[in-house]
Nanobody, 126 residues
C-alpha cells in the first residue's frame, strides 16, 4: 500500500503563489517507480488533471490551463512531490489531490493512478 498526504493549501489572493507538497510513504512506494500526478476538483465539477511527472522527473505533462504558471517537481530522496502554483486565479480554486501510479510516463487520466491523497483546499480570492 501507498499513503499520500498533501499539505500547503490555503487562502490566497489572485496573483499570489502557493506551493503544495505530497509526501508518500509505504513499503510499496519504495519498491516501484511511481509517476506522480496532481488533480483538482472544484465544487460541482469533475476531478480534472493538472500536471504529472515521471519517476525520474525527466518527463512532465501539464494541462493547458496551468502551463506556464504551475511547476511540478519531485524529490525521490524524500518521497515527496511538489506543485508550485504562481499567478493564481480565482478559477484555480479547488481541492487539490496528488496521486501515484505505476506508469512509465506522466499520464492525465484519473484511472491511470492507483493511489490518492485526501486532498488540500486552495482558495483564490479576487
Amino acid at each position: 500500500q501507498v499513503q499520500l498526504v498533501e499539505s500547503g493549501g490555503g487562502l490566497v489572493q489572485a496573483g499570489e503563489s502557493v506551493r503544495l507538497a505530497c509526501a508518500a510513504s509505504g513499503r510499496t512506494f519504495s519498491s516501484y517507480s511511481y509517476s506522480m500526478g496532481w488533480f483538482r476538483q472544484a465544487p460541482g465539477k469533475e476531478r480534472e488533471f493538472v500536471t504529472a511527472i515521471s519517476w525520474s522527473g525527466g518527463r512532465t505533462y501539464y494541462a493547458d490551463s496551468v502551463r506556464g504558471r504551475f511547476t511540478i517537481s519531485r524529490d525521490n530522496t524524500k518521497n515527496t512531490a511538489f506543485l508550485q502554483m504562481n499567478s493564481l486565479k480565482p478559477e484555480d480554486t479547488a481541492v487539490y489531490y496528488c496521486a501515484a501510479g505505476r506508469n512509465s510516463y506522466p499520464l492525465s487520466g484519473v484511472v491511470d493512478y492507483e493511489y490518492w491523497g485526501q486532498g488540500t483546499q486552495v482558495t483564490v480570492s479576487s
